[in-house]
């Protein structure tokens, strides 16, 4: 799974420079399927060669990214866990085979290339008679190049692949379950509508739960708060606090009446050896009160 993983980010990872460094030293280590694997600032720095503050920015940007989640958050001494999601269940395609399985062809069956004179281009004949072929005749097929244009030699009669790379299907549009509706919306509304949410399907079952855990207004406004402070490109940020926050309150039983914000109770009075230390500090300040402005007057 570490060569799919690595292929994935060389190939289909966003992020550039440093966050990308962290990925691919992520999908270096990642052993299993699930491309999750433990490791901490100092092993990061050991393979990004680099020093510590630029370490925690990389993984802070590859986080923002949303190409890199934390698994698990750290505990004393053992590591964060950290997962590259868009690379689980990926596998790297498979080169392009060449040639043929079978080895070459008898003499009986190979074909005979013949160029009858300069100006026309290759004939390529098959006229064996046993040799298969479309319906144009029994002797097999026949490619011919006719004498070409003005502009050239030869003009081309098959069709070429003229797609690249840039042709491919898009990107589906991100489709939003509705029962998460409620809490996108109410962030968008806030005025973060340019949050993405490409969550796995998986991840929106982790949503999923939250929300009957939680409750839409709990996520949301915790959500609102952390926007507030920092720039949040991904929806999938969310996830790890969400986790860490306390279920919301059951509601209160039949019989049970849930009591206001209690205030806080008054300060204890002063004992009586306070109350004259306090007294002799009063009568000091007014002397030296007194003393100061005598001094002004002179």
Same mark, same amino acid.
């Given at each position: 799974?570490?060569?799919?993983?690595?292929?994935?980010?060389?190939?289909?990872?966003?992020?550039?420079?440093?966050?990308?460094?962290?990925?691919?030293?992520?999908?270096? @280590?990642?052993?299993?399927?699930?491309?999750?694997?433990?490791?901490?600032?100092?092993?990061?720095?050991?393979?990004?060669?680099?020093?510590?503050?630029? !370490?925690?920015?990389?993984?802070? @940007?590859?986080?923002?990214?949303?190409?890199?989640?934390?698994?698990?958050?750290?505990?004393?001494?053992?590591?964060?866990?950290?997962?590259?999601?868009?690379? !689980?269940?990926?596998?790297?395609?498979?080169?392009?085979?060449?040639?043929? #399985?079978?080895?070459?062809?008898?003499?009986?069956?190979?074909?005979?290339?013949?160029?009858?004179?300069?100006?026309?281009?290759?004939?390529?004949?098959?006229?064996?008679?046993?040799? %298969?072929?479309?319906?144009?005749?029994?002797?097999?097929?026949?490619?011919?190049?006719?004498?070409?244009?003005?502009?050239?030699?030869?003009?081309?009669?098959?069709?070429?692949?003229?797609?690249?790379?840039?042709?491919?299907?898009?990107?589906?549009?991100?489709?939003?379950?509705?029962?998460?509706?409620?809490?996108?919306?109410?962030?968008?509304?806030?005025?973060?509508? %340019?949050?993405?949410?490409?969550?796995?399907?998986?991840?929106?079952?982790? !949503?999923?739960?939250?929300? @009957?855990?939680?409750?839409? #207004?709990?996520?949301?406004?915790?959500?609102? #708060?952390?926007?507030?402070?920092?720039?949040?490109?991904?929806?999938?940020?969310?996830?790890?606090?969400?986790?860490?926050?306390?279920?919301?309150?059951?509601?209160?039983?039949?019989?049970v009446h849930r009591l206001p914000a209690l205030r806080p109770?008054?300060?204890?009075?002063?004992?009586?050896?306070?109350?004259?230390?306090?007294?002799?500090?009063?009568?000091?300040?007014?002397? %030296?009160?007194?003393?100061?402005?005598?001094?002004?007057?002179?």
């Amino acid at each position: 799974m570490t060569i799919d993983a690595m292929h994935w980010v060389w190939n289909c990872s966003r992020t550039t420079g440093n966050p990308r460094l962290v990925l691919l030293a992520v999908a270096d @280590k990642a052993p299993g399927p699930d491309c999750t694997v433990r490791m901490g600032t100092t092993e990061f720095r050991a393979r990004l060669n680099a020093s510590k503050s630029v !370490v925690v920015r990389a993984v802070d @940007k590859a986080l923002e990214s949303g190409e890199l989640v934390i698994a698990e958050p750290a505990a004393g001494s053992r590591p964060a866990a950290y997962q590259l999601p868009f690379a !689980v269940g990926y596998t790297r395609p498979a080169p392009i085979a060449r040639g043929t #399985e079978s080895g070459p062809l008898s003499e009986s069956y190979r074909s005979q290339i013949r160029t009858p004179n300069a100006q026309q281009g290759s004939r390529i004949e098959t006229p064996n008679e046993t040799a %298969t072929g479309p319906e144009s005749g029994p002797g097999g097929y026949r490619i011919e190049t006719p004498t070409g244009p003005e502009s050239g030699p030869l003009h081309q009669t098959t069709p070429t692949r003229s797609g690249s790379k840039h042709d491919s299907p898009t990107t589906p549009a991100v489709v939003i379950p509705d029962f998460a509706r409620p809490v996108v919306d109410t962030i968008s509304l806030a005025g973060y509508d %340019t949050i993405r949410w490409n969550l796995a399907s998986n991840e929106w079952l982790i !949503v999923h739960a939250l929300i @009957k855990s939680h409750g839409t #207004e709990r996520l949301a406004r915790w959500a609102i #708060e952390q926007c507030q402070q920092r720039q949040i490109s991904y929806g999938r940020y969310f996830l790890s606090g969400w986790r860490d926050l306390p279920p919301a309150p059951e509601p209160a039983p039949d019989g049970v009446h849930r009591l206001p914000a209690l205030r806080p109770a008054p300060a204890p009075a002063p004992t009586p050896q306070a109350a004259r230390r306090n007294a002799s500090r009063n009568v000091l300040d007014q002397l %030296t009160q007194q003393l100061r402005a005598a001094g002004g007057n002179q």
